[in-house]
């Protein structure tokens, strides 16, 4: 049931980042924001409406938790964190803004989900799942500066 919410979530996200005006307005504010206060949008609200999808989201996430465990304690969500932003980095989304898709987010989480499944597989602990975690991350961030230098 997991991976259906979050198959619908990405369909859902994906269209409303492609196909709908606030998806642009958000790569734009998220790419730069004086360009996008320049062009007309309103930084502010596009700001405060991504935040409150986001915790509607993490809220929505939480109570399937919950549900799932049949009870609640307040650090239920704290451990996801890091492969939560290892999926992220890892699918492409640029840690500068601007950048991103939620096939390539998708995609991510189902190689730390990959990854953490073999790291566990052959018997290592917790710690050495962050410390892969935090390779990653700043692999994926210094391979992306590399290429955003390249660039120009």
């Avoid at 062009?39 to 409406?49: A, C, E, P, Q």
């Avoid at 935040?51 to 609640?72: D, N, P």
């Avoid at 052959?122 to 590399?146: K, R």
Wanted: glycine share 14%; charged share 5%; net charge positive.
């Amino acid at each position: 049931a997991q991976f259906l919410w979050m198959v619908a979530a990405g369909l859902f996200f994906g269209t409303l980042l492609k196909r709908h005006r606030f998806g642009s307005h958000l790569l734009f504010v998220g790419d730069n924001e004086q360009s996008a206060a320049m062009m007309g949008i309103n930084v502010n609200r596009v700001k405060t409406i991504a935040f409150m999808q986001v915790g509607a989201c993490a809220a929505f996430v939480g109570i399937l938790s919950t549900l799932e465990v049949t009870y609640f304690w307040p650090s239920q969500g704290q451990g996801y964190l890091m492969s939560a932003l290892a999926a992220v980095f890892v699918g492409g989304t640029s840690v500068f803004g601007g950048m991103g898709t939620i096939l390539g987010t998708f995609l991510g989480a189902l190689l730390i989900g990959s990854l953490e499944a073999g790291i566990i597989s052959i018997g290592l602990s917790g710690f050495w799942i962050q410390f892969i975690y935090g390779l990653l991350i700043m692999a994926s961030v210094s391979i992306y500066a590399t290429m955003m230098r390249s660039r120009g």
